[in-house]
């Protein structure tokens, strides 16, 4: 079972938040919290799975960002999903850089929206559990999909957007095996195309290039997709 937090001062949001996700997966228990103290001391002795909650809780403005600083200091990796009234223009860069998962705006979202993200923490939540269990711990690559800053190569940090880093963990995951584009597309929240996948795929190995000039470890499968290899290719371009 799959243990969620809803953190919302608003009573019928929450239950309405808390009925979508119960109706997208059964295998799922919800704990609501509607104040920063109560939230706080729940995240502090419950391992949960996914938070959602929203930024300002009663009269408090930011009390959101605290409890998300609160999640990073406890090292578990919670993903957080943060449902706001505040504006997605200002909001959503802020949220990224704390390492929420995603932003959604009341009232510009419907309920395929909030279904369709929530579901991609949980498919990222499993994702984490298998590399966890099958990653050698000398891996060259060091990725957590659940946390969009904490891909690592050799040691450095790589410089990636949520779309890329999502797609990299993909190919690495399941590395030495062909994903194909259709895979790929499953990833992705817009742009499901070729052509946007090639684009996510150049920016990826951008981003490696910037750390290590020789970087050519994702193939270009003509047709089908892209691998990724543990070795050098030399087969490294679109």
Not at 18 to 29: F, H, L, P, S
Not at 53 to 58: A, K, N, S, Y
Not at 64 to 87: E, Y
């Amino acid at each position: 079972m799959f243990k969620i937090a809803v953190i919302e001062d608003d009573i019928p949001t929450s239950k309405q938040l808390t009925e979508w996700i119960q109706a997208a997966r059964g295998d799922v228990v919800v704990d609501n919290w509607f104040n920063r103290d109560d939230a706080q001391a729940a995240i502090a002795r419950v391992a949960y799975d996914v938070v959602v909650l929203d930024i300002e809780l009663g009269r408090e403005r930011n009390a959101g960002i605290a409890i998300i600083n609160a999640i990073n200091k406890s090292r578990r990796g919670t993903p957080v999903l943060v449902v706001s009234a505040m504006p997605a223009a200002i909001y959503r860069s802020i949220m990224k850089a704390l390492d929420a998962w995603d932003y959604l705006q009341k009232t510009t979202f419907d309920e395929n929206d909030f279904v369709d993200t929530f579901l991609e923490i949980l498919r990222a939540a499993r994702d984490r559990s298998v590399a966890t269990a099958s990653s050698p711990v000398a891996d060259e690559l060091s990725i957590d999909p659940l946390r969009q800053r904490s891909a690592l190569w050799r040691g450095k940090r790589i410089n990636l957007p949520l779309t890329a880093q999502r797609i990299l963990a993909a190919l690495y995951q399941r590395r030495g095996q062909v994903i194909s584009y259709d895979e790929l597309f499953e990833v992705v929240k817009s742009g499901r195309n070729r052509d946007n996948i090639r684009k996510h795929i150049s920016t990826i190995r951008e981003a490696f290039r910037e750390l290590d000039d020789g970087f050519d470890r994702i193939e270009n499968i003509p047709m089908r997709g892209f691998r990724w290899s543990d070795e050098a290719t030399g087969m490294g371009s679109t």
